[in-house]
């Protein structure tokens, strides 16, 4: 389900520089992603995976490297073009969900009709339909999290970038997430980067995986994970998704 190409990096390198020494955040990012790609960016604590997300929302600078994002046919407008879902789903409890969902069309100011219907639709998409008027505490932690992704969404922006928003869900929701956001996935055509620590969440989901691993902080490699879509819970259980999870463990040491 690949288009052209959005982003391209290579040798991308972050350090942060505090007031008593320096740390490498990351290094030897390289990566082209299509339009269309859900890349899981998989390693564990520390190892710059927020870092990179932040790179490509032009949140941080990089110290070093390529940093591609769009084309002169098709210019990449960081402001519009980009939707970010958290660990937490930040929703502001004083507003209904579907004002929740409103909130980056209105920042952006988006035609406010539109922008309802497109929050409506996106509401029935995550599943959420019939809570639109419902405040934040009347939803469970899967709940609010489907809300966040919808308001992630609104704008129709071209690049998604989720940092472990499944992180503090039960195991059992967060399985039944994992496929929702496939679903969403492939109705929205949206382009992912999705940040995990767990090495079956980043194979389950991921068109393809980004690897990085702490000391020193850098990509370790980057490969298409070839297994059909729709993905089902049973090919967790199958040979060629324990070959991609091995590679993953091997290379983080594990
Ligand atoms: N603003 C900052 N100033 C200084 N150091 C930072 C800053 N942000 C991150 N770091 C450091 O850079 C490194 C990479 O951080 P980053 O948050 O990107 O890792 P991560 O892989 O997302 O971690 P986690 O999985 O725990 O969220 C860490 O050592 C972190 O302490």
């Given amino acids: 389900m690949s288009g052209g190409r959005l982003i391209h990096l290579e040798g991308v390198r972050k350090v942060y520089h505090t007031r008593d020494r320096d740390i490498l955040a990351v290094s030897d990012v390289t990566m082209d992603v299509n339009d269309g790609d859900f890349i899981s960016l998989v390693g564990p604590s520390g190892c710059g995976k927020t870092t990179v997300l ?11 490297g390529v940093i591609e994002i769009g084309s002169p046919e098709a210019p990449f407008d960081h402001s519009r073009d980009i939707g ?9 409890k004083w507003r209904r969900i579907i004002d929740n969902v409103l909130l980056p069309a209105e920042i952006l100011g988006l035609p406010t009709k539109q922008s309802r219907e497109r929050a409506r639709d996106l509401l029935a998409m995550v599943g959420l339909k019939g809570f639109e008027d419902r405040y934040p505490y009347e939803l469970s932690g899967g709940m ?57 969440e980043a194979v389950f989901l991921g068109s393809h995986c980004a690897v990085l691993t702490a000391g020193p902080a850098r990509m370790a490699d980057y490969f298409p994970i070839d297994l059909p879509y729709p993905r089902t819970l049973d090919m967790k259980t199958q040979e060629d998704f324990g070959v991609y999870s091995r590679r993953i463990y091997k290379l983080l040491n594990l």
Avoid at 54 to 64: M, T
Avoid at 194 to 199: D, G, K, L, N
């Fill in 144 to 200: 609010q999290q489907r809300a966040a992704i919808a308001r992630s969404l609104v704008h129709d922006p071209k690049l998604v970038l989720m940092d472990e928003p499944f992180g503090a869900l039960d195991a059992l929701t967060r399985e039944k997430m994992n496929l929702e956001l496939l679903r969403i996935w492939q109705e929205s055509k949206k382009t992912v980067i999705f940040v995990t620590h767990s090495i079956q």
């Fill in 54 to 64: 932040k790179i490509l929302a032009d949140l941080h600078p990089a110290d070093e």
């Fill in 84 to 92: 970010m879902v958290f660990q937490q789903a930040l929703l502001l």
